[in-house]
């Protein structure tokens, strides 16, 4: 049976709804690359040390992004990314965001400054 982890407690200063749940799974990521958040399972760098402090706000972060997929403010496929109704394309890693191509994950997102609050 897969481990699931819920969102309030782990995620959110208890500010997220109750009973919103993913699954979290440990990888080989790109270098670089942290997690990774889909609508129903987090996945974090094995690199990461499960119980450190960089572990638990990667765990913040990409169950922010889980949770507003879950609640449909954002969403993915290979070719878009949908924040709060509108569509940004994206290709090869990057993501088209006011007339400029930038790297997936860049802080200038609209959803990447929502997953970074504190």
Known sequence: MPRYKPLPGIAGGNRLKRGVEFKVKRKDLEPGVLGEAYPNKVVINKDVTVGSAEYKQVMKHEAKHVF???TGR???DKNNVKWEGKLYPRKNGMIK?????MEE??????WEQSANKK
Do not use: L
Not at 105 to 110: D, I, K, Q, T
């Open 74 to 76: 954002a969403g993915f």
């Open 105 to 110: 994950g860049h802080e200038s997102f609209p």
């Open 97 to 101: 965001y006011k007339g400029k191509w």
């Open 68 to 70: 507003d997929m879950q």
